[in-house]
């Protein structure tokens, strides 16, 4: 137990995907795809990251600690703005997409998804969008964003630059994705092209999502809620097409305008000027030695 206390982020790691692979690896080697996204095994594996972020600060912390994780997972005081890009930025992409399609409609062109194809997700549908939304904000974020950004991303701040942890974070993360893409039908049918932009669109979201939970107070919910809605906004079957890729896009070019702004920071920071580092927690200075 002493030697799990003195490395947290290996305990978590080992967690995490133990319970995430451990569920999946076995569909995987057996060929069995998961054509319905919410199978129990499949579940299991899609909250590892909180699972592991549970045992890990348990064993870590003990109960102060998981009375605090807990409290940012429910903390929805962060401020009217952010909780207006987490909602905000992807239902407007979606407005605009759909009044877009709206528009070419008009002239025979194209037309846009029945709304009850919102309610549809790998395989998976019920009788509501807005049922299948509240889903995707529970299972994919915070059974994801718990551990990612509510326990991960915390540690590694620690010794790193916002903009290094989130690149770990991003890679970290994209080698969780691993085994999904001989898992579930929907990675499976992905043309072998669009694999480097599904991974560069996630450490993107990695980029994006640091910025957005350290200036949000360190809200849990607040990511999770973008993630949930991002995924509803991309995934289901209301959203493939347009929409599925302008929110990605739309992520890409968020997380690089954060980016460049960083390096003008720490570019700034090395001629001995005042720099502004926008993914910086609040209150919190950002390591120089790392760059």
Do not use: K
Request: glycine share 10%; net charge positive; hydrophobic share 55%.
């Amino acid at each position: 137990m002493r030697r799990l206390r003195r490395h947290p982020i290996a305990c978590y790691l080992a967690i995490t995907f133990a319970v995430t692979w451990g569920a999946w690896i076995p569909f995987a080697v057996t060929g069995r795809g998961v054509t319905l996204g919410f199978t129990p095994l499949y579940l299991l594996g899609l909250i590892g990251p909180a699972v592991g972020a549970v045992i890990t600060t348990a064993i870590v912390s003990g109960s102060a600690g998981l009375r605090a994780l807990v409290a940012r997972m429910l903390r929805v005081r962060t401020g009217a703005r952010w909780w207006a890009i987490a909602l905000g930025v992807p239902l407007g992409i979606a407005l605009l997409v759909g009044a877009g399609a709206v528009l070419i409609a008009t002239f025979g062109i194209a037309g846009l998804h029945p709304w009850a194809d919102f309610g549809a997700f790998n395989g998976f549908a019920v009788a509501s969008p807005v049922v299948l939304w509240l889903m995707l904000v529970i299972v994919n974020g915070l059974g994801e964003e718990t551990g990612w950004r509510g326990y991960l991303l915390p540690h590694l701040q620690r010794r790193w630059s916002p903009l290094m942890s989130s690149l770990i974070v991003g890679a970290v993360w994209c080698a969780w994705h691993v085994p999904a893409f001989f898992v579930t039908e929907t990675y499976r049918q992905m043309p072998p092209a669009m694999i480097p932009v599904f991974f560069v669109g996630v450490v993107s979201g990695s980029v994006f999502l640091t910025w957005l939970y350290n200036r949000g107070r360190s809200s849990i919910l607040l990511v999770a809620v973008w993630h949930g809605t991002y995924n509803w906004l991309s995934g289901s079957v209301g959203a493939r097409g347009v929409l599925a890729a302008t929110e990605s896009t739309a992520v890409m070019v968020i997380a690089a305008i954060l980016l460049i702004q960083e390096l003008r920071a720490i570019r700034r920071e090395h001629r001995g000027q005042p720099a502004h580092h926008v993914m910086a927690p609040t209150g919190i200075a950002v390591p120089r030695a790392v760059w």
